[in-house]
């Protein structure tokens, strides 16, 4: 039986393996149209490759995908963190989980993650087609035939789309397989990109830009309401960060642009609450007296930052603290507490994944085949599934790949 892989990203390289691993004697045709395996697993997580989670409690591991959790359930427990961060150490790469609970090869170096399929595939039954770019898909009897670019066909019995999202396209994820699941019956949902910093229309951030806060708590409205706290930063051209790619993520359906800004409030004090603010600056106005504001500022935020907030809020720096009134206290605290920026777009092209996808009402979640066309698998990013930052895109990608390699390698 011959089984075709398209896209040799994560999802594609863990099914190929997994099949190899089950069944040796399986003929899997690996396909990629780049020129090597796994462009955009290299580059990830900065070029160390965020292999995965440190996080153990599945349910709270679900938790971090906006979209996709719940069908990730059967998979995610049959090949979960552990056993991804196992797998790797098996086959040769050690890891670590820094603090944040982020895994990583030791090395920081993603070549190694894809390494170790190129080394598990030398001289397997796996055969590597790198440079063969594959424009469609029919169902041809009880298989399928993949077509390429070049005019060459493969007849296969069995096919696994593994052809990513359409996020950071120069790296071969151009969303083809969207159009491929299509024309053999699929719908394909709504897509957006998620995980992206934001661009704001004020243009102060640039002023701190770089300044970053361990964590803040950022919120926002639509028709529903939206928060999440973590670590932040200003930027150039607006705000980044894990919770600014956590927010994107829960708000890539929503609609702001330049004409319908989204009012982002940042609160770069989340442990303490607005009166307790309020009286940190007091305590600290009373104790220093004959400084100067903008100098008392200073014992609270970097200076960047408390230049910004006295032009934003008119204040004159060189008052003598012990001039400062109650109600410019009042003011400096709530906007500390509720920073106002409007949001009037995303870093284009610069999002780390597409929210959206292969719908899942169509794909069997415990053996991620086709519920309309047998024989055909998914797995990866082309399905409707996304997550946080932090390990967990490519955690997915590894078990739906893990289960689709299984159920398509069964019963040969
Ligand atoms: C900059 C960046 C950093 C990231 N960092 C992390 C991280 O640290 N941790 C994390 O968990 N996630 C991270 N992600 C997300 C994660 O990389 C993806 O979610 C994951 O790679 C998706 O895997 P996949 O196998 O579905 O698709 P991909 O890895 O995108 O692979 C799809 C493959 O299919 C090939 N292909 C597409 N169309 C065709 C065709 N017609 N013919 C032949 N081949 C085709 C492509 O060339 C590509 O190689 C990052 C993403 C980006 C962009």
Redesign the pocket.
């Known amino acids: 039986m011959k089984i075709a892989i398209?896209?040799?990203?994560?999802?594609?390289l863990m099914a190929a393996a997994t099949i190899h691993e089950h069944n040796p004697k399986a003929e899997v045709f690996l396909?990629?149209?780049?020129n090597g395996l796994?462009?955009?697993?290299i580059?990830?997580?900065g070029g160390r490759?965020?292999v995965t989670t440190g996080l153990r409690d599945i349910r709270e591991v679900l938790s971090k995908y906006p979209r996709g959790g719940k069908f990730l359930n059967s998979v995610m427990r049959r090949f979960p963190p552990e056993a991804v961060y196992d797998w790797f150490e098996a086959h040769g790469v050690p890891l670590k989980i820094e603090d944040d609970l982020r895994a990583f090869p030791l090395s920081n170096d993603g070549h190694d993650i894809v390494g170790a399929f190129e080394r598990l595939f030398d001289g397997s039954n796996v055969r590597v087609w790198l440079n063969?770019?594959?424009?469609k898909i029919e169902k041809q009897g009880s298989g399928y035939r993949v077509s390429f670019k070049d005019g060459e066909t493969l007849d296969v019995e069995r096919v696994i789309l593994?052809?990513?999202?359409q996020?950071?396209r120069h790296?071969?994820?151009?969303g083809?397989?969207y159009a491929f699941a299509e024309s053999l019956g699929h719908s394909v949902t709504a897509l957006a990109p998620s995980l992206n910093s934001f661009f704001t229309k004020e243009s102060w951030p640039k002023d701190v830009s770089g300044l970053s806060f361990e964590k803040a708590r950022l919120r926002t409205r639509f028709e529903k309401a939206y928060e999440f706290t973590g670590p932040f930063l200003f930027t150039h051209r607006g705000v980044s960060g894990p919770a600014v790619f956590a927010l994107s993520s829960l708000v890539a359906f929503e609609t702001y642009d330049a004409a319908r800004p989204m009012r982002l409030l940042i609160d770069i004090f989340p442990d303490l609450s607005e009166e307790a603010l309020i009286k940190k600056i007091e305590t600290l106005l009373q104790a220093h007296g004959k400084k100067l504001l903008g100098t008392i500022l200073d014992f609270l935020m970097s200076k960047s930052l408390a230049d910004v907030v006295c032009r934003e809020l008119q204040l004159d720096a060189h008052t003598r603290a012990a001039e400062v009134s109650k109600k410019e206290m009042r003011r400096l605290a709530a906007w500390l507490k509720s920073i106002p920026l409007s949001v009037v777009g995303r870093g284009a092209g610069d999002e780390?994944?597409t929210a959206g996808g292969v719908d899942l009402a169509d794909v069997d979640p415990r053996t991620m085949e086709s519920k309309i066309s047998p024989g055909l698998y998914f797995a990866?990013?082309?399905l409707d599934i996304d997550g946080f930052t932090g390990?967990?895109?490519?955690?997915a990608?590894w078990a739906a790949g893990r289960a689709a390699g299984e159920s398509a390698s069964e019963g040969m």
């Open positions: 398209v896209g040799a990203g994560a999802a594609g396909i990629e149209k780049n796994g462009k955009k697993v580059i990830s997580g490759c965020n063969r770019h594959v424009v593994t052809t990513g999202g996020a950071f790296t071969g994820s151009t083809d397989g780390f994944v990866g990013e082309i390990g967990f895109n490519l955690q990608s």
